[in-house]
């Protein structure tokens, strides 16, 4: 007898040499450019920078990222960001397939008082306002918020 596996599976073979198809779980490239994938009727939601006073001769930042998907929840992706000797670094890349609003809301508090944060170390970039994500994309690169280079 053949079994068909789909390409998202491998076999395994059991004791009574029956084939199991088991799900091969897709494992993110290690170094992953594109932090966030937006698929289609997703929409950026916002993003957050934390820019710490000690860290600004390093052009330091702790970014929070966040999409809502078609099912109202959030993804979300987090990061610490430098430059050194002119190249951007990207660092401790967190990532969060689905989050509520509510909870975002909570782990940007605690973000805030955990770290001390005032107000001129913390911005809040609103994308929910715009309906598309061309629009979004649009008002991103009018802010000089985005490299083109990585939106496919």
Known sequence: MLYRI???SCAVFDMKKRIKNVKRKKSQPKHDNYLLRIRKSERLYKFYYFRPIAGLHYHFEYRILTKEKTNGM???VSYNFKIVSGVPQKSSVTRVPEISKDQLKDIIQ????KTNTGPDE??????SMFSTIDEQLEFLKQQDRVDTMYIM
């Open 6 to 8: 789909s390409s998202n």
């Open 74 to 76: 959030l993804e979300m």
């Open 110 to 113: 605690n973000v805030v008082r």
């Open 122 to 127: 913390f911005e809040e970039l609103d994308l």
